[in-house]
């Protein structure tokens, strides 16, 4: 194939454009892996790169897409093999190097994982880097000791994609999960993902100047941050943990030493962009295997045209779940 279809942004003096083109292989770069690209999914992040946020995206026209799922076409890395069927979410991928909304990447070896056993290329993309986030989220609060018996974990944030993937997650392993939301229309399906009740996501929200709330949460998986993310670490249970991997309620935290000190808790900060990769890939088998969760109910599939008002509906606040982007005609 001389040409590839991809969903490209343009900046014309101080505005983008989105749109669906033609491009030639000489557009990407000089990395050993070349990939054909099957599926990918939408995140903020993605959406972010698309109308022009310098803090992901520098330099345009450009290809976003931080996740890709597909197939090896050529490799200079005697890892993989034409044929192969590859992951590849993280590190610079659809923010300065062009992204999975095109039908052709062109990558580092380093940031490629095997499809594991288990998984479709259109599985791991339902999952994306918002599956991995929550699998590292749930990786990090067991190996703090987490268990069932423990009492009532909650996720904040629980409708948007890594809260509704740790919430089936969490209920798939037999823990009482609650879901921290504050959009009505998911309650039913947050409840069908094995959430045990929801909580409104003003409980959370609302400052409290006290250094200690009542411990209530065995353990915490927060998207949110800011406000919510101090009531949270509040609220833990003598020796529980809450693994933080958002910032949608703010960067700031409103806390003092005593959670740490009276009640001994831990926050675990939750990096996947630059996560290492035996644990990534250690991650991507579970949730292939013992993790594995039907996630067909909150999954929205898009092709590349539908990008550009799926697009917009993010970054309003009016998306839930999951976005599958299909890639390949």
């Not at 699998?135 to 948007?160: F, H, I, N, Q």
């Not at 919430?167 to 399906?189: D, K, M, N, P, R």
């Amino acid at each position: 194939m001389n040409t590839f279809r991809a969903f490209r942004v343009t900046k014309e003096g101080e505005t983008f454009r989105r749109g669906v083109q033609e491009l030639s292989p000489e557009t990407l770069p000089e990395h050993p892996v070349t990939v054909e690209v099957h599926y990918s999914s939408l995140n903020y992040k993605d959406a972010l790169s698309a109308t022009g946020n310098p803090g992901v995206t520098k330099r345009y026209p450009h290809t976003p897409g931080i996740d890709a799922a597909g197939r090896v076409l050529s490799s200079a890395d005697p890892r993989f093999r034409p044929g192969d069927e590859v992951i590849v979410t993280s590190y610079d991928l659809g923010m300065n190097t062009p992204g999975g909304f095109g039908e052709r990447i062109r990558v580092p070896a380093e940031w490629v994982v095997p499809l594991p056993s288990g998984l479709s290329v259109r599985d791991a993309m339902v999952l994306g880097t918002a599956g991995l986030t929550a699998g590292l989220c749930l990786e990090a609060l067991l190996e703090r000791g987490l268990k069932p018996e423990d009492g009532p974990v909650v996720v904040t944030g629980a409708s948007g994609g890594v809260g509704s993937v740790a919430v089936a997650l969490l209920a798939h392993l037999g823990f009482e999960t609650l879901a921290s939301t504050g959009t009505e229309a998911a309650h039913a399906w947050l409840k069908a993902l094995g959430a045990a009740a929801i909580l409104p996501r003003e409980e959370l929200a609302e400052p409290s100047e006290r250094p200690l709330l009542k411990g209530r949460f065995a353990g915490a998986v927060d998207t949110v941050g800011g406000e919510t993310l101090s009531n949270v670490v509040k609220s833990l249970r003598p020796r529980a943990a809450a693994a933080a991997c958002g910032l949608v309620g703010g960067p700031e935290l409103s806390l003092t030493v005593f959670p740490f000190i009276l009640r001994g808790v831990s926050l675990l900060g939750i990096d996947s962009a630059e996560c290492p990769m035996p644990l990534r890939r250690r991650v991507w088998e579970k949730l292939a295997g013992p993790w594995k969760v039907d996630l067909s109910s909150i999954t929205d599939e898009i092709t590349l045209e539908d990008l550009d008002a799926k697009i917009d509906a993010i970054l309003a606040g009016r998306t839930q779940g999951r976005v599958l982007v299909r890639v390949a005609a």
